[in-house]
Every structure is written in structure tokens, then in C-alpha cells.
């Protein structure tokens, strides 16, 4: 069974950038498709961005593109999603999502993931 703990939230103010990251243990993390999904108070889990197994295909959600950054380092077991220009709508809980294989198909849906972390928050302060 794999596990995901996520850490690097905090509280910082707009303009400023955070590093996000996510430790896999427990299965092969270079067969495993991930994503980053976050939730933010009243509303649903929705896709932030994803990456395939290799890192060589990523998505992002319209609303990061061009401030987040997805990667992931498979010799670590580590995921990261670097963010930048952070902005107030951004505040909400950050959950990192694994699922085995590494097909392309639906890797913005979260029915797609099968294991997730417990959640780091992420303040933006205006």
C-alpha cells in the first residue's frame, strides 16, 4: 500500500512562492501517475496539475499555468510542485493523489487516483 505525506504549506503573502512536496513509500513510485489537487473551504477537491510517471507529460488547471511548476524526482520518491505568484484564491488544503500506471488517460480526474495524502494548507494572505 503506498503512502503519501505532504509537507511545505505555510502562510505567505501574495506575490510570494512556496515549494510543495509529497514522499511516496510502500510501491514502485516510477509506475505510479501523480497528481496535486486542492480544496479550499466550502468548496470541492478540484485538479491543481499532473505529472506521468516518467515527467514527461504534465497538466495544469488554467487558473496555475505559467505560476506552478509539477516535477518529480523518482530517484527520491518525491513529488513537487513549485508555486509562484502566489495569489489569495490559491488559499485551500493541497493534496497530492498516486495511481498506479502510467497511462495518460483522465490524469485531471480524481477518480483516476487511488491513493492520497493527508493534506497541507496553503495561506495567501492579500
Known amino acids: 500500500q503506498v503512502q503519501l505525506v505532504e509537507s511545505g504549506g505555510g502562510l505567505v503573502q501574495a506575490g510570494g512562492s512556496l515549494r510543495l512536496s509529497c514522499a511516496a513509500s510502500g510501491r514502485t513510485f516510477s509506475t505510479d501517475t501523480m497528481g496535486w489537487f486542492r480544496q479550499a473551504p466550502g468548496k470541492e477537491r478540484e485538479f491543481v496539475a499532473a505529472?506521468?510517471?516518467?515527467?514527461?507529460?504534465?497538466y495544469y488547471v488554467d487558473s496555475v499555468k505559467g505560476r506552478f511548476t509539477i516535477s518529480r524526482d523518482n530517484a527520491k520518491n518525491t513529488l513537487y510542485l513549485q508555486m509562484n505568484s502566489l495569489k489569495p484564491e490559491d488559499t485551500a488544503v493541497y493534496y497530492c493523489a498516486a495511481d498506479r500506471g502510467c497511462s495518460s488517460w483522465r490524469m485531471q480526474s480524481k477518480s483516476r487516483y487511488d491513493t492520497w495524502g493527508q493534506g497541507t494548507q496553503v495561506t495567501v494572505s492579500s
Open positions: 505529472i506521468s510517471c516518467s515527467g514527461d507529460v504534465t
